[in-house]
T-cell receptor
């Protein structure tokens, strides 16, 4: 059973702060890692993906991957109220099947 | 480029009925995956199709089935609906299957309510 674990939250941060979202996965063979954002009543939208150990930055978002610790995180700098959403971590393992965590609810307080 | 489209967007059915949902992937995308999303359960994988063949299947009963057509459009069918089938059904497309580096893009979903 391939598991992807996320803290369900809710996580609250003040506007302008850094939000840190974490995800752990059970299968060491996992190959690629994705972060999706889902607003209430909407479908998930891809924020970014990471394949290699280390950091990957895209605007205000940074994904961090540590395969040895089976840990992937998403940092959101200068958090805005519009970042308030549920963030889903997804992992793929050989082939195209995605395994999703249950998501972390983030609230950015103005 | 148009995104993933799903029809219908909303559906109300009664127990025992069957339902067919449709998904058109992004142009050029050949892989289509289906998910069920319910509060508290997150995204549950139903199945994935590539080149008209089911490549992966999640842990759902046989009442849930799907197919893919030669133009990559996909349908999923749920027979003998139960109250617990009420959910948001999401379709996601990706460029191809078999690789670990294909991003999935989601459609808007079909909200199914079973009464």
């Amino acid at each position: 059973q391939k598991e992807v674990e996320q803290n369900s939250g809710p996580l609250s941060v003040p506007e302008g702060a850094i939000a840190s979202l974490n995800c752990t996965y059970s299968d060491r063979g996992s190959q690629s890692f994705f972060w999706y954002r889902q607003y209430s009543g909407k479908s998930p939208e891809l924020i970014m993906f990471i394949y290699s150990n280390g950091d990957k930055e895209d605007g205000r978002f940074t994904a961090q991957l540590n395969k040895a610790s089976q840990y992937v995180s998403l940092l959101i700098r200068d958090s805005q109220p519009s970042d308030s959403a549920t963030y889903l971590c997804a992992v793929t393992y050989r082939g195209n099947q995605f395994y999703f965590g249950t998501g972390t609810s983030l609230t950015v307080i103005p | 480029k148009a995104g993933v489209t799903q029809t219908p967007r909303y559906l109300i059915k009664t127990r025992g009925q069957q339902v067919t949902l449709s998904c058109s992937p992004i142009s050029g995308h050949r892989s289509v995956s289906w998910y069920q999303q319910t509060p508290g359960q997150g995204l549950q994988f139903l199945f994935e199709y590539f080149s008209e063949t089911q490549r992966n299947k999640g842990n759902f009963p046989g009442r849930f089935s799907g197919r893919q057509f030669s133009n990559s459009r996909s349908e999923m069918n749920v027979s003998t609906l139960e109250l617990g089938d009420s959910a948001l059904y999401l379709c996601a497309s990706s460029l191809e299957a078999g690789g670990a580096y294909n991003e999935q893009f989601f459609g808007p979903g079909t909200r199914l309510t079973v009464l």
